[in-house]
Every structure is written in C-alpha cells, then in structure tokens.
C-alpha cells in the first residue's frame, strides 16, 4: 500500500506541473482560493493557522505550503500535531490552546469529529444536545496567549501574510490575546457560523478587528476575510 508521505509527494509534483490544480481548493468553503487571488502566486509567504484541525482536510492553509510557504499551525486537540509534523515538516507546529489570559486551565470538550471540539461550553453543550455527533469527553488544558506564541515563534522581522482563525466560538479572544503593534496579518479569516452580513458589526470579533485597523474584504458563506486597511494607503 502506498504511504502516506508518498501520496503527499505525488500531490505536490501534480500541484506544481498541473495549472488546473490550481483552482483546487483545500478549505471549506474556498477561503484559500479567495486569497490565492490577492497573492497571485506567491511563493515565500508565511501564515498563522489557529485552530488548525488537520493539515490537509479543511485547511485554509495547505494550498499555500503546496507553493513553498510555511508557517505556524496551532491546536488543542491532543494528539493533533503527529500528523502535522509529518505531513508539514517545514511549519512549526504547537499543541496548545489559546485564551485571553496566559495560564487559565479551561475544559476542553472533544466530538468523535474533532472539528467540532471546543473551549465554549454552551456550544459544547448544543452539540451535544443535537446527537449528530457523538460527545467523547473533556480535558483541562493549560491556555496561552496569541502574542505569547508568536513572540516565540515567528522570526524577526517576518512578516505575516495571512492569519486564519476557526476556535469554534472563541474566535473574540483568540485575537484579543494578540500583540496588534507587533503581529499584523495582511488578512484575518475568521468563522462566522449562521452570522448575516448586516449583523456582521454586532459580533465581538468583528468589533475587535474593526478597533485594529482592519475592515472586511471577502466573505464565504461561514467566514469572513479581513484586510489590514494601512495596506492600501502602502499602495
């Protein structure tokens, strides 16, 4: 049987000598098509992907480490980094969650579909309610700020081409951890589940980029793209 690291190695020559695969997306909804559109091929950028999931499935960062990026992924999910690191050896990849506050110890409540697992224990508490997906248990974890991670992480002087965040409603803390003088994405992507456009400026997340300097740019169906609007005034 052929391995898994074989197949990925096959993806990567058929992405790089195919240029109708470049139109394949890797995200849900085409958030990774949308900004390959604004990158226009780039080929050295650098990305944050909080809440991360799984490398491939779902991701709205594969097809840019298929270009030659890397970058950070981030996730709670015990267990979830093995498969990153082998699939995505050249992105640093940390098991952790993330909160407003460094050091809190907040339950962690995992789905046999682990892109449901959640810190939010309403939501937690929905889903479960729901049936669709079986409820496997929870796990303290020890919380870390954005700005922490990335202080440690991201190289000096490196700047960050995009950030995506999908924490399954914590989306508000996730950047109010974040050090905005210091760590700038060009574009923020965050979940927007149910959320219409014209209620777009009631949400805490939106409110929070709205305060940074950013506005919205793209949106899909369950997401929402921002832009850092000192961009155009760089133009």
């Known amino acids: ?48 992907d909080v809440g991360a999931h799984h490398p491939i499935r779902l991701s709205n960062t594969y097809k840019f480490y298929l270009q030659g990026w890397k970058g950070i992924n981030i996730d709670a999910m015990p267990g979830s980094m093995r498969l990153f690191n082998s699939i995505r050896p050249r992105d640093t990849n940390l098991e952790v969650p993330i909160s407003n506050t460094a050091g809190k110890r907040l339950p962690y409540f995992m789905f046999d579909d682990f892109a449901l697992n959640t810190f939010d224990e309403a939501l937690a508490t929905e889903r479960k309610n729901e049936g669709k997906n079986k409820f496997v248990g929870k796990r303290e974890m020890e919380t870390y700020t954005l700005a922490q991670l990335l202080e440690q992480h991201v190289p000096a002087g490196q700047a960050i081409d995009f950030m995506s965040i999908d924490v399954e409603g914590l989306d ?13 994405p ?22 929070m980029l709205e305060k940074q300097g950013y506005g919205l740019w793209a949106k899909t169906v369950n997401s929402f793209i921002y832009r850092d609007r000192s961009l155009s005034k760089e133009a």
């Open 172 to 184: 508000a803390e996730v950047l109010e951890s974040n050090d905005w003088s210091r760590f700038r």
């Open 1 to 48: 049987m052929m391995s898994l690291k074989l197949k990925i190695q096959q993806l990567t020559l058929l992405f790089l000598r195919n240029r109708h695969f470049l139109n394949l997306a890797f995200s849900q909804e085409g958030e990774d098509l949308v900004l390959a559109r604004e990158f226009n091929g780039k080929t050295n950028g650098f990305f944050v």
């Open 186 to 207: 060009h574009f923020v992507i965050t979940e927007g589940l149910g959320i219409e456009l014209l209620d777009l400026v009631n949400t805490p997340a939106s409110q």
